[in-house]
Every structure is written in C-alpha cells, then in structure tokens.
C-alpha cells in the first residue's frame, strides 16, 4: 500500500499527487515511469514521474483527469493509499551536454518535464523551456520551471503566441542552432512538435505512455512502430524520436478501446457522483484560488490552431 502524501488541483482537471514509496524515488531518474492502481479493482495506469526525494522517500505525479481509473485516482484524499505502484520502468531519457535543446510540455507533460529539465540544466545545456495550455488557468509549474530553465515561454493556444509547435518553428526559423528538442504532453502535441522541426532535421524526443497493462514488455498492448520496427513503449522507451514514430498507429490503438472507456466511466460515476461532488469542497479544489482572467486578448486575425 503507498500513502497519498499531498495531492493538490493544479489546473482544472489536472491533479499532482505526491506518494510515499521510498524504494522507487532511490532509483527514479528522468524519463521513467510507474504504473499506479488505485485499488484491487482498478486497471493499472502509466504515468511518468514529475519528480522524486530520496531523503523523503516520495515519488510525484502530475495526471489528466479523463477516465474511470483517473477519476477514481483523483478521488482519493490524503493519507489515504492506492494498492500498488509499480516503478520505476522504461529506460530513463538519456542526458548528456547536448548545447541548446528545447523542452516543450503541454497539460500533463509540466510533470515529467520538470525533472528532465534538472538533469539537463545540471549536464551544463542552454535549457528553454516552453509550456503551452489552451489559457492562463491551463498553465502550471512555470515557476518550478524557471528555476533549473535559462528561458522560459508560455503559449496560450488561441492567443498571440499559439502554440509549442508554432513556438519551436519560430525558434528554430531565427536560425539560432538548436541540438535537440524533447516533448511531453498529449499524443497530438508530440506529433505537431515532432512535425515542427523535422524540416530543420533537429532531433526530437517525445515520451509514448500508450495503453499498457503490464509494463514490462510481456503483453505487447504497448506496441508502437518507430522507423518501420514494432516497438514496445514500456521497455524499447517510453522515448522515441518523433520524427520515425508512426503516429497514425498509435492514434488508433489509443482510440480502439474508447467505447469501454466511455462505458466503463458512466457506469463508475453513477455510482460515485456523491464523491466527485466531495472533491469540489477539499482544499484540494478550490476555485478560489484560480487567477482571475478580465480580458483576453487574442483577436480571430491572430488565432492560429496547431495543425491548421
């Protein structure tokens, strides 16, 4: 059993939990994951690490609420403990004195990110960090980020600045030398980044956590094609260039359960209404405490959509 220590509403619908499992966060590096299940009944979820303390023996976590097993993770209160935690798996992200790199993350991805900002700050690299959301209540951590970042950008989709993809483009259309770039975010954000700078023939790195449900390259749920080779994503990753990564696949095995998703999650809020509703009057979710937007400025002339 691994106790929730902290658990706290970053974003709408996005929760950062902070566990106690002291032998995970001894051998954590960036770029791995574990996979969490909530209870005896739960399927078991990927979700990269967004950081870990030896001395405290705790791991974090940063995750989307989406689904049946998400909404019943975010359910939970603090000092409360979910069954498992299974960590840390996947070949950690390889860190090296690369030069100037750009790491862009998106909703979840300010998770993981973090970490892998750190590591790369500490090998001596020129770090820019971009974080995209669809609007200021969407973006999180940038103070966090800063502090291991030699710049930090901000894109809010519809507004002046759009989105990370349009964010790498513009960068790398400076003709300011850029050595590699990681992605982390949601499977559209990582494709568009990777499609940002395949022209530039700069090195992309995106983190594939598809459907999973053993972890360790056993069941095969996981497989990806990347440059042409079937892949698994729990043990050949969860990193790949995203420039050989067959997206299209990847989109439809993510899609090919959605019908179960949909169903399973009707069912599970039927009967737990009562505790999404608890949710709203935890300390954890309080909308008071969300920055107040009075305008914001993004006239349709300058609305640019990823992938448009």
């Not at 759009?162 to 499977?187: M, S, V, Y």
């Not at 599970?268 to 405490?289: G, T, Y």
Request: glycine share 10%; proline share 5%.
């Amino acid at each position: 059993m691994y106790e929730i220590v902290t658990k706290e509403t970053v974003a709408p619908n996005i929760i950062h939990m902070k566990f106690k499992a002291p032998k995970i966060a001894l051998t954590a590096k960036p770029g791995q994951f574990a996979i969490f299940r909530a209870d005896e009944k739960g399927e078991r979820i990927p979700m990269g690490l967004a950081g870990w303390d030896e001395k405290e023996g705790t791991i974090d976590i940063v995750f989307y609420v989406l689904g049946t097993s998400t909404a019943k993770l975010s359910t939970m209160k603090e000092g409360e403990c979910i069954s498992n935690i299974a960590g840390p798996l996947g070949v950690p992200t390889e860190v090296d004195n690369f030069g100037r790199v750009i790491c862009a993350c998106g909703c979840f991805g300010a998770g993981p990110t973090l970490p892998l900002v750190k590591a790369l700050k500490e090998k001596g690299n020129y770090v820019i960090t971009v974080v995209e959301g669809r609007g200021p209540d969407f973006i999180f951590w940038v103070d966090r980020l800063k502090e291991h970042s030699d710049e930090v950008h901000v894109v809010t989709g519809c507004g002046k600045t759009a989105w990370a993809n349009d964010f790498i483009e513009q960068e790398l259309a400076t003709g300011k030398k850029i050595d590699r770039i990681f992605a982390h975010g949601c499977p559209f954000m990582m494709k568009v980044s990777s499609e940002a700078s395949r022209a530039a023939g700069v090195d992309t790195w995106v983190s594939l956590t598809p459907i999973m449900v053993d972890g360790t390259g056993m069941c095969g749920a996981c497989r990806v094609e990347v440059a042409g080779e079937t892949k698994f994503a729990c043990v050949d990753g969860p990193d790949f260039n995203g420039h050989s990564v067959n997206w299209e696949g990847l989109v439809m095995r993510l899609r090919q359960l959605i019908p179960e998703e949909d169903k399973s999650f009707n069912i599970w809020e039927r009967d737990n209404w009562h505790r999404l509703m608890d949710c709203r009057h935890k300390k954890s979710f309080n909308p008071a405490k969300r920055r107040l937007i009075d305008k914001v400025d993004h006239p349709e002339s300058e609305c640019k959509l990823a992938g448009i």
